[in-house]
């Protein structure tokens, strides 16, 4: 059974246009992390959160924003999409430091 | 700093061994990984390594790693053509962050 799932797995939307990824988990991690994934290019890591606790990344856009309504889940809201957003999105989660991170299928997500 | 690099690719005969390569630059890293990534999927977890280990065994998969050059690599016996992918190494350095090399893409033929 997968233990992290994240939705859609192909996302399509408009140049500017708000959209949000979702993720979930069944594992009760403490932390969970959004990377997104450029054609051929390593996972960078966006921003995660150890519970509540938020963590950008210095470099992330202030166009990318996350909430954590609770430990299951948790949202990527990217508040104006460019064509270079387009991307693969990976979510993961893990216990903490030193753990294995747990990935999701990712969302693909088109910028038109 | 934190800078993890592979190279881009590599490619194998069927039923040969692969060895993938990675360096890394933070001496303070404690875990290291090797994670797979099949096209359009998520990364898998293959196997990692504790700082303070030389080597580590696991089925066909074979993880060195040497800190005095910051080092890492991983070998898979009689690679498959299943075992075609991209394969990242990844660092943390006690943090909750994973660091992710370049990714080394595997292909193997027959």
Redesign the interface.
């Known amino acids: 059974d997968a233990m992290?799932i994240?939705n859609p797995r192909y996302q399509v939307t408009q140049f500017g246009k708000p959209v949000t990824l979702s993720c979930s988990q069944t594992l009760n991690h403490n932390?969970m992390?959004w990377y997104q994934q450029k054609s051929?290019?390593?996972?960078?890591?966006l921003f995660?959160y150890?519970d509540k606790d938020f963590?950008n990344e210095a470099d992330t856009p202030d166009n990318f924003q996350s909430r954590r309504p609770n430990t299951s889940f948790c949202f990527l809201d990217i508040r104006s999409p460019g064509l270079g957003d387009a991307a693969m999105y990976?979510c993961?989660t893990?216990r903490?430091?030193?753990t294995?991170?747990?990935?999701?299928?990712?969302t693909?997500l088109t910028v038109v | 700093g934190e800078d993890?690099e592979q190279s881009l690719f590599l490619s194998v005969r069927e039923g040969d061994s692969s060895v993938i390569n990675c360096t890394y630059t933070d001496s303070s890293s404690?875990?290291l990984?090797w994670?797979k990534q099949e096209p359009?999927?998520?990364?898998?977890?293959l196997t990692?390594i504790f700082s303070n280990m030389d080597m580590k065994q696991d089925q066909r998969l074979t993880v060195l790693l040497n800190k005095k050059d910051k080092h890492l690599s991983l070998r898979i016996a009689d690679t498959q053509t299943g075992d075609s992918a991209i394969y990242?190494c990844a660092e943390?350095i006690?943090?909750?962050?994973?660091?992710?090399?370049?990714?080394t893409r595997l292909q193997v033929f027959p």
Do not use: C, W
């Open positions: 992290v994240q932390v992390y051929s290019q390593a996972p960078k890591l995660h150890y963590n990976l993961a893990s903490g430091a030193n294995e991170a747990f990935f999701g299928q990712g693909r | 993890v404690t875990y990984y994670y359009g999927a998520g990364l898998q977890l990692y990242f943390s006690d943090t909750d962050k994973l660091i992710f090399g370049t990714g």
